[in-house]
C-alpha cells in the first residue's frame, strides 16, 4: 500500500515543515486539507513537485454543493474551482469532495439534492483539466448524500468523478466490503471507530476490520494528531 497522511493532523503548521516531516516518516502521499486558512499560510506552493503525491481534501465547512439554495450552491461550486485551481498549479493528484448534505431528510428533497449534486459534481468535473474529481462516501447520518452505495454510483455514473472511500465512514454504514469493489477508487481515507460514531480514531482502536486494508491501494490516514497517525501507519506495516 502507498501510504500518506492529511495535514489535519499539523494544520496550522508550517508547510515546508510539514513536507519535511512527511519525509522524514517515509510517507508517499500527503492530503492538503484545503479549508480557508491553509490558503492564508506561507509556502502554499511548495507542495509543488515536493517528491510525494499530493492530494487536496477539498473545502466542506459551510459548503454544500448539493444545496437547494441556488446562491449558497452556485458560492459553493465557486469554491471548489478555486480548489481545483490551486490543484492544478501544485500538479496536485486528486481532489476529494463532499457531495453535499440535505436539511431536511424527505424522499422527494432528497431526491432533488442528488440531482443537484450531480450538476455540481458535473461542472467540477468539466472544469478540472489535469486533476481527478473524487466523491468521498460518508458516515451514517441522514444528512450527508453519498453514504449508500446505490447513491455513490448514481453520482459516478451521472458524472464520470472517482470515488474516496472513508473506511471509517464504511464502518458506520456497514459496508465496507461493497465500497472497496466500487469502480474508480481514487485513494483511501483509513481511520477506525465504535461503528457507530464518526470518531476518527487510530487504527486498531476500534471495530474496524483491518484486514480490509489489505484491499487498498493507496491510503491516506485521516486523524488530527501526528502521533496517532504514526500509530496508525505502524499497525498498517504490520497488517501488510
Known amino acids: 500500500m502507498k501510504v500518506g497522511f492529511t495535514t489535519l493532523a499539523m494544520f496550522m503548521d508550517d508547510n515546508l515543515e510539514i513536507i519535511k516531516i512527511s519525509k522524514e516518516n517515509n510517507f508517499e502521499m500527503i492530503e492538503i486539507l484545503g479549508e480557508a486558512p491553509f490558503f492564508k499560510k506561507e509556502n502554499t506552493m511548495a507542495f509543488k513537485d515536493c517528491g510525494m503525491e499530493v492530494s487536496i481534501h477539498a473545502p466542506t465547512v459551510d459548503i454544500n454543493i448539493a444545496s437547494l439554495n441556488d446562491g449558497i450552491r452556485a458560492e459553493s461550486v465557486k469554491q471548489m474551482k478555486e480548489c481545483i485551481d490551486y490543484a492544478e498549479s501544485?500538479?496536485?493528484?486528486?481532489?476529494?469532495?463532499h457531495a453535499g448534505k440535505i436539511g431536511r431528510n424527505d424522499p422527494p428533497l432528497r431526491k432533488a439534492a442528488m440531482e443537484l449534486a450531480c450538476e455540481s459534481v458535473s461542472q467540477l468535473v468539466d472544469y478540472a483539466?489535469?486533476?481527478?474529481?473524487?466523491?468521498?462516501?460518508m458516515p451514517v447520518r441522514k444528512s450527508f448524500l453519498g453514504n449508500k452505495i446505490e447513491e455513490l454510483e448514481f453520482i459516478q455514473s451521472?458524472?464520470?468523478?472517482n470515488i474516496t472511500i472513508d473506511v471509517g465512514h464504511g464502518n458506520t454504514t456497514g459496508n465496507n466490503e461493497e465500497l472497496l469493489e466500487l469502480k474508480n477508487i481514487t485513494y483511501c481515507h483509513l481511520n477506525d471507530n465504535d461503528g457507530v460514531k464518526d470518531q476518527?480514531?487510530?487504527?486498531?482502536?476500534?471495530?474496524?476490520?483491518?484486514?480490509?486494508?489489505?484491499?487498498?491501494?493507496?491510503g491516506i490516514i485521516e486523524l488530527n494528531n501526528f502521533d496517532n497517525i504514526l500509530k496508525s501507519k505502524k499497525v498498517i506495516e504490520n497488517i501488510i
Do not use: Q, Y
Open 158 to 161: 451521472h458524472t464520470g468523478c
Open 200 to 218: 476518527h480514531i487510530p487504527l486498531g482502536d476500534g471495530t474496524l476490520d483491518l484486514e480490509l486494508l489489505k484491499k487498498v491501494k493507496k
Open 129 to 137: 483539466e489535469n486533476v481527478i474529481i473524487s466523491i468521498e462516501n
Open 90 to 97: 501544485i500538479n496536485a493528484h486528486a481532489i476529494t469532495v
